[in-house]
């Protein structure tokens, strides 16, 4: 009779103490995957946002070829301007000396 009370009151706390400790991982393991749900969507926000970056990245740095062809298209048009300008300053140079030649050749007749 004691023998079986004894084995009756081991089995009972055996069970009561696997029962408490089912439910204590129970909620572990929701904890754990409420955890794991949020961590999953801030990566996926994360991802979202690194995408979008990524899109405005390659803009700007479409934007910013762009912006370097037309200043080296300006800089050849600035070197060509430059040569026609110093061009122009010879021929200048050319005809204001042979007018000061007819000049003195128009006082020389005079």
Known sequence: MFLEWSLLTIVSLIAIFLFVKMF??????????????????????????????????????????ILSEELNKLRDEVKLLKSRNSKHRLETDKLNNKIKELEGRIEALL
């Open 24 to 65: 204590y991982f129970k909620s572990i393991t929701h904890k754990e995957q409420r955890s794991n749900e949020l961590m999953k969507m801030t990566l996926q926000e994360a991802e979202v946002l690194i995408r979008k970056y990524q899109i405005q990245l390659q803009r700007a740095l479409g934007n910013i070829d």
